[in-house]
C-alpha cells in the first residue's frame, strides 16, 4: 500500500519484444508516452525482466510504471491469459511456474516449426532469427518467421492460416489451469485480472459457473474493454463484475507492429487502478 499518487489515463496490458511484441520495454513506455498515457503496466507473456527497462524509462519520463505479466493457463481446451499485476516477482512457486510454461513453450515452437517445415522452407533457426532478446517463445515468432521467408504477409495472415489449429501443424504447450493461475499470482501478493476473457472465434468464453469458481479462489476482475471482446460477452461481464463488486479494466494489448492495437485505444479508470493498487500486496507500483 502507498499512498502516492498516479495520474491517467491508464494502459494496463501491453508486451515488449521480452514476450511477443516487437519492440523492447523502454521502446513501449514511449510509445505509451506518445499516445497520451500516464500510468501503463508492462504485461509480457510469462515473464518480468522486462520491468527494470521499463519502470526506468517510464519514471524518467514522469510516468508511473506498474509492473504486470499475462500467465498463460488453459481450461480444457480454451487458452486463458491471467493478467497479475504487482505481484512478488521473487516468489517461489511462482516463478517455478513461469519458468515451467517457458520451458515447454520452447519445444512446442520447435515441434511446429518442424511440422510446418515438412510442408514450408522454414527452420528453426529462422525463428531464433526473430527473437532478438531471451523472449518468451510463441507462435508470433514463427509468424515473424514465416514473414521473414515471404511466406506470408504479417502475423495476421499467419495466425489465419499455418498457424491455426485446423492446418494441423499447431502444437499446445503445458499451460496450468485458471485455478492455479489464480492462486499463484494472489499468493504472491498480486491482483489477477482475465484478459480478453469474451473473445469470438479464437476462443470461447469460459462457462460462467467456473468463472464464479476463480471469483471464489480471489480472482480481482475482468478485461472489459478490449478490442477482441464481443459486444454481447462484455455486457455479461459487467453484471457478473457488478454483482461481485470486481474491477473491470480496459487497455490496447499492445504489441508493437506485431498487431494492430494502438496504445491508449482503450483505457482504465483512475477508480479501477486506484483498487488494483491498494489490493495488491507483492510490489508497488514505481512513481515518477
Ligand atoms: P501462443 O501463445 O504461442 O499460442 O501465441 C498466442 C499469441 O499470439 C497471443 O499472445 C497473441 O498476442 C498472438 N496472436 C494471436 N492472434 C494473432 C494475430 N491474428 N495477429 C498477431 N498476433 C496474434
Ligand atoms: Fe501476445
Ligand atoms: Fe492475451
Ligand atoms: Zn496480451
Same mark, same amino acid.
Request: aromatic content about 6%; proline content about 5%.
Given at each position: ?46 515473464? /518480468?525482466?522486462? +520491468? ?11 510516468? /508511473? ?11 480444457? +481446451? ?19 511456474? /513461469? ?24 527452420? +528453426? ?22 514473414? #521473414? ?25 503445458? #499451460? ?11 499468493? #504472491? ?9 469474451? /473473445? ?89
Amino acid at each position: 500500500m502507498t499512498d502516492r499518487s498516479f495520474a491517467g489515463p491508464s494502459d494496463l496490458h501491453m508486451h515488449s519484444n521480452h514476450s511477443d511484441g516487437t519492440e523492447n520495454p523502454g521502446q513501449v513506455v514511449r510509445q505509451a508516452r506518445d499516445h497520451g498515457i500516464r500510468t501503463m503496466a508492462l504485461t509480457d507473456h510469462d515473464r /518480468t525482466t522486462g +520491468w527494470d527497462e521499463a519502470a526506468r524509462t517510464a519514471v524518467s519520463l514522469g510516468m /508511473t510504471f506498474i509492473p504486470g505479466m499475462e500467465l498463460s493457463a488453459k481450461h480444457q +481446451w480454451r487458452s486463458v491469459h491471467v493478467l497479475g499485476y504487482l505481484f512478488d516477482p521473487e516468489d517461489a512457486a511462482l516463478r517455478a511456474e /513461469t519458468d515451467r510454461i517457458r520451458d515447454d513453450r520452447v519445444g512446442r515452437a520447435e515441434r511446429i516449426v518442424r511440422n510446418i517445415g515438412r510442408d514450408y522452407e522454414l527452420s +528453426w533457426a529462422d525463428v531464433l532469427e526473430q527473437t532478438t532478446v531471451d523472449a518468451t517463445v510463441g507462435r508470433p515468432h514463427i509468424a515473424d518467421a514465416l514473414v #521473414a521467408r515471404g511466406i506470408v504477409r504479417d502475423r495476421a495472415e499467419a495466425f489465419d492460416g499455418i498457424l491455426h489449429p485446423r492446418e494441423g501443424y499447431y502444437e499446445p504447450h503445458y #499451460a496450468p489451469d485458471p485455478l492455479t493461475a489464480v492462486r499463484l499470482i494472489a499468493d #504472491a501478493g498480486g491482483v489477477t485480472i482475465i484478459a480478453h476473457p469474451v /473473445t469470438s472465434g479464437r476462443d470461447r468464453m469460459m462457462p460462467l459457473d467456473f468463472i464464479e469458481q476463480l471469483i471464489a479462489a480471489g480472482l480481482g476482475g475482468f478485461e472489459i474493454d478490449h478490442r477482441e471482446n464481443t459486444e454481447q460477452g462484455k455486457r455479461t461481464l459487467q453484471k457478473l463484475a457488478s454483482k461481485h463488486d470486481l474491477i473491470v479494466t480496459g487497455s490496447s494489448d499492445y504489441h508493437g507492429a506485431g498487431k494492430p492495437n494502438r496504445p491508449g485505444e482503450n483505457t482504465t479508470s483512475d477508480e479501477m487502478v486506484a483498487r488494483i493498487i491498494a489490493q495488491a500486496t507483492g510490489t508497488s507500483p514505481r512513481y515518477p
